[in-house]
């Protein structure tokens, strides 16, 4: 009989490992359950002012190489498009002021242009340029994000640069993210440097040169990377609106509960985040226990479009970041149609303003139409906007962002350590494990598939 393979959701790190056992043990049966009626996740493209907008993600890093080579193993790298800027703004005491050159993760490698920048105050350019003749003090294992920046670089770089920065990818708060998962460049010039600055400039100068765009993306949005990746998972069965209930263990195999029915299965791959993962596993209490200690944040992303001719100001780079420490709702306004010009026409602009991040919900306790109000006069006052929206969309993606606090990989680990000893044949993936990015759910659906037919070759 032939061996079962069932992949519990239908984002990009479930479709991947569907796809790579499919292309590696044809002969295994799979499944894939997704218990919405579309596939895709966090990866969503809808129309908005007739054109094809992301919901959630608009694009991925070239930096790391999972998510290009799966476009070109699918054949779309032709497709592919990136941002036509890539200058941006951060909002500091209610001014737009440009971030400087030089910066590399946020954290500023010349000094010269953050003086001009007026981001940070002279002191703080002063207390910037410490980092290079402070003694080593590093605290050891499990720093955070912020933690490595206020001891080297100071409290202004953390809250106004870096936080922004690197808190957005997450909707997270950088004082309690992992340096060695949010932003492994900088653990590993501050471990080989003293000097994180000189630590940075190094990796940069020995990294190979990147000839490829930084970010990228498709014209027709990226729900386009599912489409091709479905097509080429031909006749697989997909069932989409299955709800997974429960998957156990009752002493004859694992069983799959779902909405409608219980499936039998050699191996289960949860590729949900991870708190429906703690769910899906309340037979397994220790997995459970540590997978709910996962603390997850809140977005609400509300779509806008206007004219042109009611917005001040030019709109000339990818958008502006909102540092905590300006207290207003909105944590990022992306100019849309400035980044991706096909978003809009000439008369028009489309705009997507994020709301909610980790430590501040106050976005997310506001119904749709008080949101969008509270938003529109928050960047009414930034962007000089005088006129009204001719659409806007609210996309709320509620718990949908992992923060991986100090130590995520060991509990990571030790969760696999319980699935092995009290639940053997399930498996995790996705973005509640080891990195959130597109490229890296992608890496991390491909390692998923070869670990789970390892183990369908061992029993
Ligand atoms: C607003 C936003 C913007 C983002 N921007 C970017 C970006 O620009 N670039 C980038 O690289 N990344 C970005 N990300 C992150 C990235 O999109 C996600 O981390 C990634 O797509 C997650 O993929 P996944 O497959 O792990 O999980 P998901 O996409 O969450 O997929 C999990 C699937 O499991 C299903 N599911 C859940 N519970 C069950 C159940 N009980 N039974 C059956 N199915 C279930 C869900 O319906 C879902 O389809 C963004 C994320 C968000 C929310």
Partial sequence: MNRRVVVVGGGIAGLTALYRIRQQSPETETILLEASPRLGGKILTTTFLGRPIDEAADMFISRV????????????EGFLISPSTSSAYVLINGELRKLPEALLLGVPTKMLPLLRSRIVSPLGVLRAGLDRIRPDDWPGDDESVG???RRRMGDQIADRLVDPLIGSISAGDTDHLDVALAAPQLETASRRHRSLVTGLKEQARNSPENTKPLFLSFENGMSHLIHVLVKALGDADIRTNTRVTQVRNDGEGLRIVTNEATIESDVVILATPAHQAATLLSGCPSASNRLSSIEHASVALVTMGL???DIGHPLDGSGVLVPRTE???A???SWGSSKWPHWADDEHVVLRVSAGRA?????LALDDDAL???LLTEIGQILDVDGSLIEWRVSRWIDAFPQYAPGHDRLVSAVERDLRSELPGVFLTGAGYRGLGVPACIRQGGECAHTALDYLNSI
């Avoid at 998510?67 to 070109?72: S, V």
């Fill in 359 to 363: 430590g501040d919900t106050r976005a």
């Fill in 327 to 329: 207290g207003l709702l």
């Fill in 372 to 374: 969008v109000e509270a």
């Fill in 331 to 333: 944590t990022a306004i």
């Fill in 147 to 149: 933690g490595l920046i």
């Fill in 65 to 76: 190489p999972w998510g290009l080579d799966l476009c070109e193993e699918l054949g779309v």
């Fill in 307 to 309: 004219r042109r001719s």
